[in-house]
């Protein structure tokens, strides 16, 4: 029932469409690129949904309040504390380790602003994970949602980035 009616929501109200194939792997990063506007959410909730994939998310504590906590924890949400010293990659990696699935979105701006260099914790915790990285652009002048690669971080952050981005750029242009 709410599968169908997103994708009524999401294909034909919103003009949608997806393009590639979701893993079949129970763990990975899903980082989402670019991450520019307030509407991603949604989008993402949306393509969730309608590929009927379990993929969490965390979020800065704040959204987490007695008021919309449940929403957001209805939604995959996890808080994160990001004003703490616990070391963050280790936390969400030891989540990883834990559990038998868990596919976590994450954008590499690390904010909606746009931003000349990503921020690396995506990378760092899919390496101390032992998890790929599947890189999923969404394109708003084309309405299109893109599975693009699932990539394994080789632990050269300089060269695996530039891959990474390489892909993100490729895709702008479709």
């Known amino acids: 029932m709410?599968?169908?009616?997103?994708?009524?929501?999401?294909?034909?109200?919103?003009g949608w469409k997806i393009e590639g194939d979701?893993?079949?792997?129970?763990?990975f990063i899903v980082a989402l690129f670019p991450h520019t506007r307030n509407m991603d959410f949604i989008i993402g909730v949306l393509t969730r949904t309608v590929i009927n994939e379990k993929i969490s998310y965390v979020g800065k504590q704040?959204?987490?309040n007695p008021l919309t906590g449940w929403f957001f924890r209805a939604l995959g949400g996890t808080p994160i504390n990001r004003n703490s010293n616990e070391n963050k990659v280790s936390a969400i990696a030891k989540i990883f380790r834990e559990k038998d699935a868990f596919r976590m979105a994450?954008?590499?701006?690390?904010?909606?602003?746009?931003?000349?260099?990503w921020k690396t914790g995506f990378y760092y915790i899919a390496l101390e994970a032992e998890v790929p990285i599947l890189l999923v652009?969404?394109?708003?002048?084309?309405?299109?949602?893109?599975f693009l690669k699932l990539f394994d971080p080789t632990g050269d952050i300089e060269?695996?980035?530039?891959?990474?981005q390489a892909y993100f750029n490729e895709a702008e242009k479709k």
Do not use: Q, W
Not at 137 to 146: I, L, T
């Open 137 to 146: 652009h969404f394109n708003y002048p084309s309405k299109k949602v893109s």
């Open 159 to 164: 060269k695996d980035l530039k891959e990474m």
């Open 2 to 14: 709410i599968s169908n009616l997103a994708k009524i929501i999401f294909f034909r109200l919103m």
């Open 106 to 117: 994450i954008a590499p701006e690390g904010t909606r602003k746009k931003v000349e260099r």
């Open 22 to 27: 979701f893993p079949s792997l129970n763990k």
């Open 62 to 64: 704040e959204l987490f």
